[in-house]
């Protein structure tokens, strides 16, 4: 449980239902260990509202502190992306190394727990069991949820099948609007608490750039105008601007934008408006793709023709039509349509329909436009 309306609402449905049922609430983050001081500590707050609505269903609670193995099976390795200047997603790899990985090595790894247990989250996912021709026994799919505004698949996309067939999704048939009204039906405390935003261990009060100001060292560059090859403006780090950002550099006659990173020189080129050519892209190479059913990915993805699937390369958006392909030179995906900023790190996670098939980071991307 998170201390949100959706893992509270999670929770009263299992709880009238016939289930052995226990609550853990996991500290990632160690603000002591960042600031020197518990001051403005979020998780104090959300651990208290946990502890109320179990109270009040009657289950048992407990908190792990899984925050050492955060920082090093999750902020490091996202470190180490954004001093690169890729562009990382922390929330993807939580769920695969955190929630499904170290959280469920603590309580199987618990003298009082008899077995393997199920995790029930508040993601808005669902999941079904399908028999293939290679398999007499079900395997679990990972599947879009009735509410599709708040499909949070993109997030779990990196779960191995394993972990899905020990996942719970009680939320998967509902919208977002009826758990609200359902909380406030059975007057969980949580009811009316907003929303949730933004990377965990940043919170929703700092500038993103400022956090990680704190954990990097400055390597200053240049910003150069792609139209006139010129310098304008000097960064603090790669990691300081993403792939389709607005620049905010003043005295320039238009509104510039983030078109691309060059490591290799530690270069940031921008170019005017949010629709310049620059800014759109027709393929990207994948590396490191996790299929969920990793023994048998689809056969079209070997095939000349490639698979035709759906993708999204952000939570935040509609996927979109793409065709995959993989050969000796490793995983490449083309999309039908240009899409605009693509950043190197960010995940593509890949669809068949509303059927979740795995993801993996983005190496590069190759731009619409042969004059970008």
């Known amino acids: 449980m998170s201390g949100g309306v959706d893992s509270s609402v999670t929770a009263k449905i299992l709880a009238d239902k016939d289930y052995d049922l226990s609550a853990v609430f996991m500290r990632n983050w160690d603000t002591h260990d960042e600031s020197g001081s518990e001051h403005g500590c979020e998780w104090k707050k959300d651990w208290e509202d946990v502890q109320r609505v179990c109270r ?14 955060y920082w090093i099976r999750v902020f490091e390795p996202s470190l180490r992306f954004w001093q690169s200047g890729h562009t990382p997603n922390p929330d993807v790899w939580c769920n695969k190394e955190i929630k499904f990985g170290a959280l469920l090595e603590r309580l199987t790894g618990d003298p009082a727990s008899s077995n393997v247990p199920w995790l029930a989250t508040g993601h808005y996912a669902h999941k079904d069991w399908k028999v293939t021709c290679d398999s007499s026994k079900p395997r679990p799919r990972l599947l879009k949820p009735h509410d599709t505004t708040k499909d949070q ?34 007057k969980l405390p949580t009811a009316t608490r907003d929303e949730s935003m933004g990377i965990c261990f940043v919170g929703e009060k700092r500038r993103f750039d400022e956090f990680l100001s704190q954990y990097m060292t400055p390597k200053p560059g240049p910003i150069i105008d792609m139209a006139t090859g010129k310098q304008v403006a000097a960064h603090q780090g790669l990691w300081s601007y993403t792939i389709g950002q607005g620049a905010k550099i003043g005295g320039l006659p238009q509104r510039m934008f983030v078109v691309k990173k060059d490591p290799e020189t530690n270069t940031i080129f921008i170019a005017p408006g949010a629709d310049h050519p620059a800014l759109y892209f027709k393929n990207i190479c994948v590396s490191d793709f996790s299929w969920i059913w990793a023994d ?51 995940i593509a996670t890949i669809y068949l329909e509303d059927w979740c098939l795995g993801c993996g980071v983005i190496d590069s991307s190759e731009p619409w436009s042969q004059e970008c």
């Open 56 to 69: 009040m269903l009657d289950i048992p609670v407990r908190m792990v502190d899984l925050s050492r193995e």
């Open 153 to 186: 698949t993109y997030y779990l996309s990196s779960m191995p099948e394993t972990s899905i067939s020990r996942a719970l999704f009680p939320l998967a048939e509902l919208k977002k609007t009826e758990v609200r009204v359902l909380a406030a039906k059975w």
């Open 296 to 346: 048998s990915p689809p056969e079209e993805v070997l095939q000349p023709s490639g698979l035709k699937a759906r993708m999204k390369y952000r939570h935040c958006m509609t996927d979109i039509a793409c065709t995959v392909y993989h050969d000796d030179l490793g995983m490449r995906i083309t999309f039908d349509q240009p899409q605009r900023a693509v950043a190197p790190g960010q």
